[in-house]
Structure formats: structure tokens, C-alpha cells
């Protein structure tokens, strides 16, 4: 019989949709992130492989894998959003990164004959990534969430919304939902040009007091 006081210990959490994603040939370190619950308590878990020097320039790695020993090939992140996690990640893991920006200096100029800077065709490639292209509004609100939660360095994103802007911000189809969800992306990554539009269209279309707006399913 067993003893007053004695806890039957809880079943670990199921994980669903487990995944690998390789950010680099020379990964020494997995960042494991794990989604929040569904309604049936399951996660969805992703493996992502990354270079340490790369990550550690961001404070929050670098504290991690400074003070926590057992993180020193691992760090797990819970309750966050994969695929805006994978954005930050793909960008960070890249930024200042010469072999990635000659590579696409390259790749540019064999498409399009043209020369154009460093800089600019690593952004341009790294947009068309898979996870990164196919970014909707209600990522874009998680992928500030993130930043915020872990306090990412947000100029890093800033070339990656302006282009995410110029392809899916069409100012004169605009609807005053999708316009109210954009204010604040559009803020807090210093798109001057495209707050001012956003706002401009509210005050001239919209009624009422001018609010911002979450995303269909963002908590």
C-alpha cells in the first residue's frame, strides 16, 4: 500500500510533427522548440541545428550557454511559436555572415546580371527561404512576440518586413481589419513608409477611434 503523500508522476507530454531543421554545415549546437498545448495537450517539437558563435551574439543565448552548463550543446525553448521562431533564427544565425552574402552576390548576378550590394542580396535570398516567404500577418505578430519574449535584436529583421510588406501590402485593396493588424508590425520594425501609409489610410477610412487589431487565433 502506498504511502500518504506519494504522487504518481505525470506522463511526459506527447510531442507531434517531431522535426530536424539544419540552419548550418558546421552546426554545433540544437535549439529543441517546443509549440504551446494543443486542445489535446500535444506539442509540436523542432530540432533546429545551429552554430553556437552565431547565436551567442544574441543576449539571451549567450546567457544561456554562459551560465547553464548542461545547455552547452542544447537549449530548449517551450510555448513558442515554430515558425516565427525558425524566421528569427534563419536571420540571426545569418547576419554578418560574408559567406552567405558573397554566395548570393552571386547567385544575383548569374539570374540577373546585375550588381547589387552585399547586404541587399542576402536579404533578397534569405526571404525566399521556405518558412520565411510564406510568412502571413499572424506570424508576423509572433515573430514579435518573440523578439519581445527573448529580446532578439529587431534591426535585424528590418529588411525582411520591408519586403514582406512590398509583397503582401496592397494599400489601395486595403480592408480596414488588415490595415489595424499592421500598424503596430510596421512600428516596431521601423518601417517608416509603411506606418505612415497604414495610418494615413485608417484616418481617411476608418470609423471611430483608431485601434489596433490582433490576428485571427493570436493569444
Known sequence: ???????????????????????????????????????????????????????????????????NSTFS??????????????????????????????????????????EALKEDNKQKSLFQRDGVFDTNITRIWHIINLGDKYLFDSTLLQGFFEKWYDRNVDILRMEPDFARQLALPCYMFNHAVGFACITKWLAYNFKGHITEKRPPGFK
Not at 34 to 55: C, I, N
Request: avoid cysteine; proline fraction near 4%.
Open 1 to 67: 500500500m502506498e504511502g500518504h503523500g506519494q504522487q504518481t508522476p505525470r506522463p511526459p507530454t506527447p510531442t507531434i510533427d517531431e522535426r530536424v531543421i539544419v540552419l548550418s554545415e558546421n552546426a554545433n549546437l540544437t535549439i529543441s522548440v517546443y509549440s504551446v498545448k494543443d486542445s489535446d495537450g500535444r506539442r509540436s517539437l523542432t530540432h533546429f541545428k545551429a552554430e553556437k558563435s552565431k547565436l551567442a551574439k544574441q543576449e539571451y543565448f549567450r546567457n544561456s550557454l554562459r551560465f
Open 73 to 114: 550543446h542544447s537549449v530548449n525553448l517551450k510555448d513558442d511559436n515554430i515558425e516565427a521562431m525558425r524566421v528569427w533564427l534563419i536571420y540571426i544565425h545569418a547576419a554578418n555572415d560574408e559567406e552567405v552574402a558573397n554566395e548570393e552576390i552571386e547567385k544575383i548576378e548569374e539570374e540577373h546580371a546585375a
